[in-house]
């Protein structure tokens, strides 16, 4: 970097930072002091101080909110970004909130996390071959980042994937935008992405190579655990396991079952 420094407040901590960091802890450290996108930091600190009524005993973590999962794990569950009284109240990704509720059951079903609720940090919560991450690391307004702090917070992103491609086999990307944000990381990553561009759906599948060698990363589409989603019937869990099923099964994931 020639001696190029930053801030955790300047608009390109990101991209300086990110490529510098030589494994997931170091990354999950940094991502946690950005700093980078006001408006998102002025929202995260607006909910830890407006606390709902059921939260009011907690210190909240109104930070940043890194990835959650073993540093080699061959399947990477992809988000939207964390909710403004789960993860930014929690500081662990898709933990007490709704959509947490359903994806770790639905892992703990399938024998990827050892516990089907996510409570707090320290609940014990571990996951087996799956990590799990966002393309935006700050809980949004309304859960609508802009497409400014989507690209400002995608080299954390790029290099998280870049650390995982050693073991990564397959995505489980759940939600549209994720899908938009994360085919670019992948493309400007050395991944081949089909032409035309895969479309998302639920179930939707992609295969991408490695330009570098002859390996294959599968998308597997899914959609987002939302309440929406899930009070709607959009989703319904049997279908959220479909998905992380096939995921597991793609990326060979030695999955554990309860009492085994």
Sequence with gaps: ???????????????????????????????????????????????????????????????????????????????????????????????????????????????????????RRDDGMTLYGVRITVPVHCAPTDNRPTTTERDTCRPWLARELELLRPALRAIVVLGGFAWQALLPVLTATGWQVPRPRPAFGHGAHAQLTDARSERVLHLIGGYHPSQRNVSTHTLTPAMLRDVLQRGADIADVAVRRPGG
């Excluded at 940043?64 to 073993?70: A, L, M, R, S, T």
């Design 1 to 119: 970097m020639h001696g190029s420094r930053t801030t955790p407040q300047a608009p390109d901590f990101p991209s300086v930072t990110a490529p510098r960091l030589g494994c997931v802890r170091e990354l999950d450290e940094a991502v946690a002091t950005c700093r980078a996108c006001p408006r998102l930091v002025a929202w995260r600190e607006e909910a830890a101080r407006v606390k709902r009524r059921a939260f009011l005993d907690w210190e909240y973590w109104a930070r940043p909110v890194p990835g959650f999962g073993p540093p080699d794990a061959p399947l990477a569950i992809i988000g939207l970004a964390p909710a403004a009284h789960g993860g930014n109240r929690t500081g662990r990704i898709f933990t007490g909130d709704p959509s947490g509720d359903v994806l770790y059951a639905a892992l703990y079903d399938l024998g990827l996390a050892s516990q089907p609720a996510a409570t």
